[in-house]
């Protein structure tokens, strides 16, 4: 599988604060290299959430000639359900105590899901199979003190 390389001039290795719930909830921008894809999706999960693979952001049907996603979505790009069950981003509200770490996975396709508005990280993931022909990750962190 390729590689692609993910970053966020808004993500410097920690979330800062205006993108968490301590903050306003910003949505940041994330970017990545570009290659031959027909869709993009993205997910952003916290995997030491309490009940484990938290969704804070799930975004698909991102135009194969996007290369960049927030504040605004890309003409197109539909956004799932978080972890809390509605449509659009959550950010990072970690319990007190050890940092998360806060996964931005960008999968690039080989075909146009048409998937609509709403479904769940779950329901990405299962359309997602056989069709990621590049994927690329961007870890940040984020800590809340007591």
Known sequence: MVHITVSSPDLPGTVPRQFTCDGGNKVPRVQWTSVSAREWALEMVDPDAPGGNFAHWVVYGIPATATSIG?????????GKNGRGQSGYTGPCPPAGPAHHYHFVVSALDAALGLSAGVSRAELDARL??????????????????
């Open 71 to 79: 504040p605004q979505l890309p003409a197109g790009a539909l956004e």
């Open 129 to 146: 199979s056989g069709h990621v022909i590049a994927t690329g990750e961007l870890v940040a962190t984020y800590q809340r003190s007591g």
